[in-house]
């Protein structure tokens, strides 16, 4: 049995993992750290420094400016944690990497199985068509969602560029007016409504179009991609983990 603290336990996607949990045998949620006050079967603390149970595993879907306090607990108790969290920094990203020095880190800005298909087709669409396409990035997701692009998006894109290299990202073309170069990855934002997380990647040549296209139907899928990866991570080696270190163990 796996015991969990979920930090983020009071949000919409705590309430997802939990209900995730509450469908499995092989994991259990031990406690939940949230700056917001609601009672649960499960103690809930306010901050870190109160907790008093010793889970095996952290799953975060909070906010970035718990990272902190969540990377000391974390680093001084030993414990895997799994970052589900987006909207980081390129310092706190940073921080993440240093803090998997010494002990487990998944970090991943897409918990779904299938945006990770995505990510790998994508890949393999660029490695084929990148030359003589144009590849460009649109990202839909709810009117509450805080951060623009979305870390998927941003998966998306750097996944691209590791396959073939030198791409610019742009995210805002009316504050200029010039050609689009070849080397730019367009990454659009659109906040609407309470659409879970579309995600289509677009490659566009001469008079053909490729499109690849994710669409997350309800928080669930990310819920249960957490919870695969909490259950994977107990008692693994300090290091960086991601969704497709799960994928090959699946």
């Known amino acids: 049995m796996v015991k969990i603290l979920l930090n983020g336990c009071l949000g919409k996607m705590g309430q997802a993992v939990e209900a995730c949990v509450n469908e499995r ?26 907790v008093q149970e010793t889970p095996d595993v952290i799953v975060d879907f909070s906010n970035p400016l718990v990272l902190d306090d969540m990377l000391s607990f974390a680093a001084e108790k030993k414990i895997p944690v799994i970052i589900c969290t987006t909207g980081f920094s390129e310092a706190q990203v940073q921080k993440i990497k240093d803090t998997s020095n010494t002990i487990p880190v998944f970090y991943s800005g897409n918990m779904s199985l299938g945006i990770n298909v995505l990510i790998a087709l994508s890949k393999m669409a660029a490695k084929v068509l990148y030359n003589s396409f144009d590849v460009e990035i649109i990202e839909k997701h709810h009117n509450l969602k805080l951060d623009a692009p979305s870390g998927t998006a941003l998966m998306i894109a750097d996944a691209i560029n590791d396959e073939v290299g030198g791409t610019q990202y742009v995210y805002d073309r009316h504050a200029y007016r010039k050609r689009r170069e070849h080397s730019e990855i367009g990454i659009h934002s659109i906040r609407g409504g309470t659409i879970v997380g579309e995600h289509e990647v677009i490659f566009a040549g001469h008079d ?9 139907q309800s928080k669930g899928v990310f819920a249960a991609g957490a919870v695969n990866a909490a259950v994977f ?18």
């Not at 949620?29 to 949230?34: M, N, Q």
């Not at 053909?208 to 997350?216: C, G, P």
């Open 233 to 250: 991570m107990k008692d693994k080696p300090a290091g960086l983990y991601d969704m497709t270190d799960v994928l090959k163990n699946a």
């Open 208 to 216: 053909e179009v490729v499109s690849l296209k994710h669409q997350a």
């Open 25 to 50: 045998e092989d994991i259990m949620i031990a406690c939940g750290v949230d700056i917001a006050e609601g009672d649960k079967t499960y103690p809930v603390y306010n901050c870190f420094v109160d």
